[in-house]
C-alpha cells in the first residue's frame, strides 16, 4: 500500500531563516506531487505541482520555491522565511491519470 | 478564475442527527467532486468522492449528490457520531497538464453533540 511521509512534523524558524520540507511516498511510481498551504481556520491554497522529476508548476508567487529531486520526493524550500509563511503545509500525491488525491500528516510551520 | 463556495462555515447537531454540507463551484469543467475530512493537527483523509457522469453515490453514513446543471453538490451525514465531527473540505477537479487541478471550498467544521 501506498504511504506518504512528510517532516518535520512541527518547525519554529525566526524570520530572515531557510526552510527546507519534505515529502516522501512510498509503494507508488511516478505519482503527481502538491505542496499545499493551509492557514489557521482556512481552506487549502495550491503552491506547486509536479508531474515529474524537475517538472515544477507554480500557482501562486511567493517566497517559496518547490523542488523534485527524485520520482517520490518533493522539497518546499525558502531562502528567507517572512512571517506570513506561517502556516500548515501539506504534500499531497496522486497517481498520475487517477482523480484521487491523498494527503500527508502535515508540516506545521511556526515563523517568529 | 475557479471557484468553490462552501456553505456552512460551521454546523451543530444533535448525536443521531443528520448533517449536510453544500458546496457550487464555478468551472463547468470540472469533473471529478472529492470530500475530505480532517481532524485537529492532520491531514485531509479523502472520505468520499463522485465523478461528473454519476449522480449520487452512497457508503454507509455517508452520500454525495452532484447536480451537474446547477453545478452544486452536497455531502450528506445520517445518524452522527460525536467522532464525526471533524472539518469538512468539499473540493471540484479540473483537468490539467498531467493530472488534475482541485480547488477546495474553505471548509465546514462540524460539531455533533453527544
Known amino acids: 500500500s501506498q504511504t506518504i511521509h512528510q517532516w518535520p512534523a512541527t518547525l519554529v524558524q525566526p524570520v530572515g531563516s531557510p526552510l527546507s520540507l519534505e515529502c516522501t511516498v512510498e509503494?507508488?511510481?511516478?505519482?503527481?506531487l502538491y505542496w499545499y498551504r493551509q492557514a489557521a481556520g482556512r481552506g487549502l491554497q495550491l503552491l506547486f505541482y509536479s508531474v515529474g522529476i524537475g517538472q515544477i508548476s507554480s500557482e501562486v508567487p511567493q517566497n517559496l520555491s518547490a523542488s523534485r529531486p527524485q520520482d517520490r520526493q518533493f522539497i518546499l524550500s525558502s531562502k528567507k522565511l517572512l512571517l506570513s509563511d506561517s502556516g500548515f503545509y501539506l504534500c499531497a500525491w496522486e497517481q498520475g491519470g487517477a482523480y484521487e488525491q491523498y494527503f500527508g500528516p502535515g508540516t506545521r510551520l511556526t515563523v517568529t | 478564475g475557479e471557484n468553490v463556495e462552501q456553505h456552512p462555515s460551521t454546523l451543530s447537531v444533535q448525536e443521531g442527527d443528520s448533517a449536510v454540507i453544500k458546496c457550487t463551484y464555478s468551472?463547468?469543467?470540472?469533473?471529478?467532486f472529492p470530500w475530505y475530512k480532517q481532524e485537529l493537527g492532520k491531514g485531509p483523509q479523502l472520505i468520499i468522492d463522485i465523478r461528473s457522469n454519476v449522480g449520487e453515490k452512497k457508503d454507509q453514513r455517508i452520500a454525495v449528490t452532484l447536480n451537474k446543471t446547477a453545478k452544486h453538490f452536497s455531502l450528506h451525514i445520517t445518524e452522527t457520531q460525536p467522532e464525526d465531527s471533524a472539518v469538512y473540505f468539499c473540493a471540484a477537479s479540473i483537468p490539467n497538464t498531467g493530472g488534475f487541478k482541485t480547488i477546495f471550498g474553505a471548509g465546514t467544521r462540524l460539531f455533533v453533540k453527544a
Open positions: 509503494g507508488t511510481s511516478n505519482p503527481n
Open positions: 468551472d463547468s469543467a470540472s469533473n471529478y
